[in-house]
């Protein structure tokens, strides 16, 4: 999907998005980040209503992004090494498949580059389980509720950001230390 002002949009779903989000925020060439939810029938889901594991939706991203800065391969491979994608329906103690492992593709490139990168990192046997993640044509996406937005920087002594979230920023800032927005 292609947006007026030159920037792309890549939607992806691993597990909770209070994770992923701030992590694609602190990317260079990400212009905006917005949790919801995406895959399903219901219209205007709620959060309630996602947990229940009723409406086919996953909690997601939505990643607008400067693809002359940061590409969308790039994105994939943070997508990947931030998250399990060896868990069907599951990451960690969440479980249903609201937190699958999901990359909802918004044109045929995007699918080609999200089955490439997939089977790449596949092949390069990184996790001891084969890669889970589905790839899905994006139809409809869903802001999730405002509480929900920017919930680890609303949040940062909350013992689940503590517990669950620290580690992995830490985890993605070591290893994609030059995608980050304060990289010289």
């Excluded at 329906?89 to 918004?106: A, C, K, L, M, P």
């Excluded at 790449?120 to 899905?136: F, G, L, M, P, W």
């Amino acid at each position: 999907m292609k947006l007026t002002t030159g920037t792309l949009v890549a939607t992806f779903g691993s597990g909770c998005f209070w994770c992923s989000e701030p992590i694609f925020y602190d990317l260079r060439g990400v212009v905006a980040v917005t949790v919801g939810y995406a895959g399903g029938t219901t219209t205007n889901p709620t959060y309630e209503e996602v947990c229940r594991g009723t409406t086919g939706y996953a909690e997601v991203i939505q990643v607008t992004f400067n693809p002359k800065v940061i590409s969308y391969e790039q994105l994939l491979e943070v997508f990947f090494f931030t998250h399990n994608p060896t868990t069907l329906n599951r990451q960690g103690n969440d479980i249903g498949t609201e937190y699958r492992s999901v990359i909802f593709y918004h044109d045929d490139q995007q699918k080609q580059q999200a089955e490439h990168v997939r089977a790449s990192i596949d092949a390069q046997h990184i996790y001891n389980d084969a890669i889970v993640t589905t790839i899905e044509s994006f139809t409809t996406f869903y802001p999730a509720e405002e509480y929900h937005q920017q919930y680890y920087e609303k949040n940062p002594d909350q013992g689940y950001c503590q517990v669950i979230i620290n580690p992995k920023i830490a985890a993605f800032r070591q290893k994609f230390t030059t995608l980050r927005k304060n990289y010289q």
